[in-house]
């Protein structure tokens, strides 16, 4: 027959779950309103964000350099002997992955920002009002003696109140915990990587000032050192496309450090809630069945 009251209430360890349950939704509702979790989240976000805005605007710069080096021409005349390299052909592909990882960047920061934003926007006091009046009406309907029959109705809006409220903080601090303790330094060695890469590129494209003031035997000197290197195409083209070669995995790396961030993070943990929540749904509704309800 279907009990009208509780069947537990009365037991020691009924007790004990009910005191436990209600220091848990006082502990999530001060939480709430303290935004300890929120400015953790946001703390993590922002530091990530910093990254990704860095390595946006280096990848923008690195775009700039390398499409000026395309349309250099480097005219060397070694010992009256007429030579013009083009570094276009060894660049081209350095160029195009440069393009779409700006892209990719961008859309980075953009879902980082969003991130935040969303933070933001559910550490508003009137969400926190929210989930403090649904966790004190639940608290109320725990204790309350033979209110089984709307007690797991009201756990379920308690709960969905809890998951909206710290959704996207929950995600953000894990994700920004990963971040930090696996893919920061990585991160950190790519944008090193290219900024020395930009160097190099820049400073090619730079010829070395005259010295006026050097005497006949330096200026000479230095003249049968530059011709010496201008002989060495060779050496000169590999080093270019070592250096290409370097930068390219480079971007790849953080091309995979940006999806796991903002793509496979995210979207993981907001699967993993979601699951959560949906079996948490299906065992109250198993609970409140077995009470005969």
Do not use: H
């Not at 809630?273 to 299906?282: E, K, L, M, T």
């Amino acid at each position: 027959m279907p009990n009208s009251q509780s069947p537990d209430i009365a037991q020691p360890q009924g007790r004990l779950r009910r005191a436990l349950g209600t220091l848990i939704l006082l502990v999530l509702v001060a939480t709430s309103w303290s935004g300890v979790l929120d400015q953790q989240a946001q703390s993590a976000s922002k530091a990530t964000l910093a990254r990704a805005l860095t390595t946006y605007a280096l990848a923008r710069g690195l775009n700039g350099v390398i499409s000026v080096a395309q349309g250099t021409e480097v005219a060397i005349q070694p010992v009256g002997v007429g030579l013009t390299l083009t570094p276009g052909q060894i660049l081209d592909p350095l160029n195009d992955l440069v393009e779409r990882f700006s892209w990719l960047a961008l859309l980075a920061s953009a879902s980082l920002g969003t991130q935040i934003l969303m933070t933001e926007l559910l550490a508003n006091p009137w969400v926190s009002a929210a989930l403090s009046l649904s966790a004190g009406v639940y608290i109320v309907a725990l204790w309350w003696p033979g209110g089984s029959s709307w007690r797991y109705t009201l756990l379920r809006l308690c709960a969905a109140a809890v998951f909206a409220r710290y959704l996207f903080a929950a995600v953000t601090l894990v994700s920004g915990w990963i971040d930090e303790s696996l893919l920061a330094e990585r991160q950190t060695a790519g944008i090193n990587e290219l900024q020395l890469t930009q160097a190099n590129l820049a400073t090619a494209q730079t010829p070395a000032p005259a010295n006026d003031e050097a005497s006949v035997l330096e200026r000479f000197t230095a003249f049968l050192d530059e011709n010496r290197q201008a002989m060495d195409i060779d050496t000169q083209l590999t080093a270019l496309r070592t250096r290409v070669e370097d930068a390219i995995e480079r971007l790849i790396e953080l091309m995979v450090v940006f999806l796991v961030q903002t793509l496979v993070l995210p979207v993981a943990g907001l699967a993993a809630a979601y699951g959560s929540i949906r079996w948490f749904w299906r065992w109250t509704w198993r609970e409140q069945n077995a009470v005969g309800d």
